[in-house]
């Protein structure tokens, strides 16, 4: 039995994330409970941890900050037990050194890499809609699961310092980091909840692990 | 590469479909779940409820409408109609709409947009503006089109943006319900006035329509409604022949 938490901050849309990985360890019969929470001893006790994310990264960042002992635990859990960890948007962003979205901010420093403003005036920003996921790094967990179509909605990106750890990129007026991972940690910066089937093969493959 | 989106909207009173497709035997048409779920599995790239609920009564249902969807489909989700308060919108993105749509009270309160779009981010919040063409501009009408506010369309349009919208809905009222295409000259003036991307609505009738508003109207996306829901245009007939054209489509 998998114990999935996705980890409530106060921000973003939470709810989506909770029922598509439910829909999908249904339709793809693994058994799992899924639970929102940000309870440091339901993240002990997890066995796959998912971090969602919506809005200004440092929004994010004082979210995460402000639930007491929340960083330490999941630091614990992901970097040393070395559980399953998956960020999703602003939640795969958070894993970078640092963030330039309006000043420069720290995030959880996991993955080598910074959060970058796409270029601007060329296309319309934010990058809102379904953009090709183009495999880069082959072998990894999402090897067969890629090259599709998925939902975007963001004007910054992760610009990843070592290339090891993208496992896939999107182009839009540039080409930015689209999947990035190192070890047990994952992340998308897509949203793969409302990214239909693509969204929740890609989900189903982070429940397998 | 970056594909067009194409965006259903069904029209909802008091929590049931009232504008929604009616060419198939559907179990129960007026089940949103059940029209969202159809167009989800056929090619809809997003889906747009536009609550028409005229009580008060009628409003709360929408909430339990966006939640019974949110667990059924997994494509961005907009509502739209009648959201006046930051506490509408919270309701509305809890129960699971990715996105809402606000209308007539971003005019009469312009701070409802800046507040919403600090709390809950630009991503989430599309401003729909009703426009038509008085002498040689474009003036925008509140209150589902029946008072002219004086504004200029792309003026307004621009503050919406410096206000920190995420898209614009931009319906032209002189081309609603024509199906004889959509407002190009409006929309090119749109595409080029603003930053943020702006989808296309009112007067879509043929897929040539589409690849109109796209390459000559600058959009990136396309809402229509009575085209699709009375099945003159499937959404896939219009992304195989947007596709023939070589505009960029998902399937």
């Not at chain 2, 609505?201 to 109109?212: D, I, Q, T």
């Not at chain 2, 396309?222 to 219009?238: C, G, M, P, R, T």
Request: net charge neutral.
């Amino acid at each position: 039995m998998k114990d999935i938490i996705v980890l409530d901050y106060g921000l973003g849309n939470i709810k989506s994330v909770y029922q598509a990985i439910k829909k999908t360890a249904f339709e793809n019969k693994i058994s799992a409970k899924v639970k929102i929470s940000n309870n440091v001893s339901d993240l002990d006790s997890s066995s796959h941890i998912v971090l969602p994310g919506q809005g200004a990264f440092k929004s994010c960042m004082d979210g995460l900050k402000s639930i007491p002992g929340i960083i330490d635990t999941l630091k614990q859990n992901v970097l040393v037990q070395k559980k399953p960890f998956f960020g999703i948007c602003v939640g795969m962003q958070l894993l970078a050194k640092q963030s330039y979205e309006n000043g420069k901010h720290e995030g959880l420093g996991w993955i080598d890499g910074e959060i970058l403003k796409l270029p601007e005036k060329k296309l319309k920003l934010p990058h809102i809609g379904w953009n090709e996921v183009i495999l880069t790094n082959p072998k990894n967990i999402f090897e067969n699961f890629i090259n599709n179509d998925y939902y975007f909605v963001h004007s910054y990106y992760f610009n990843c310092k070592d290339k090891n750890n993208e496992i896939a990129k999107t182009n839009y007026v540039i080409d930015f980091s689209s999947i990035v991972g190192k070890e047990n940690i994952y992340g998308v910066q897509f949203h793969p909840e409302k990214s239909s089937d693509q969204g929740q093969a890609i989900i189903s493959k982070f429940l397998s692990l | 590469m970056h594909k067009i989106r194409i965006i259903p909207c069904l029209d909802v009173n008091n929590g049931r479909v009232v504008k929604g497709i009616n060419f198939l035997d559907l179990v129960d048409a007026g089940d949103p779940i059940t029209q969202a779920e159809y167009y989800s599995k056929n090619g809809a790239d997003e889906i747009c409820f536009l609550d028409i609920s005229a009580s008060i009564e009628g409003r709360p249902t929408i909430i339990d409408v966006v939640e019974k969807t949110a667990e059924n489909v997994f494509i961005p989700l907009t509502v739209g109609g009648g959201i006046k308060s930051i506490e509408n919108i919270n309701n509305l993105l809890k129960a699971g709409a990715d996105k809402v749509s606000i209308n007539t009270a971003g005019i009469l309160n312009h701070k409802l947009i800046i507040d919403s779009a600090n709390k809950f981010g630009s991503q989430c919040i599309v401003c729909a503006v009703d426009a038509k063409k008085i002498k040689d501009s474009w003036k925008v009408f509140s209150h589902g089109g029946t008072i002219n506010t004086g504004l200029e369309a792309i003026e307004w349009m621009q503050k919406l943006q410096s206000y920190g919208a995420g898209e614009i809905l931009l319906t032209s009222m002189d081309k609603d319900g024509t199906k004889d295409g959509f407002d190009l000259d409006l929309l090119n003036l749109a595409t080029k006035s603003l930053e943020i991307p702006v989808i296309a609505s009112g007067g879509a009738g043929s897929s040539p329509h589409f690849k109109e508003a796209i390459l000559k109207g600058g959009v990136n996306a396309v809402l229509a409604a009575s085209v699709f829901h009375f099945n003159e245009l499937s959404i896939k007939e219009v992304k195989n022949y947007l596709k023939e054209e070589g505009i960029k489509v998902r399937f």
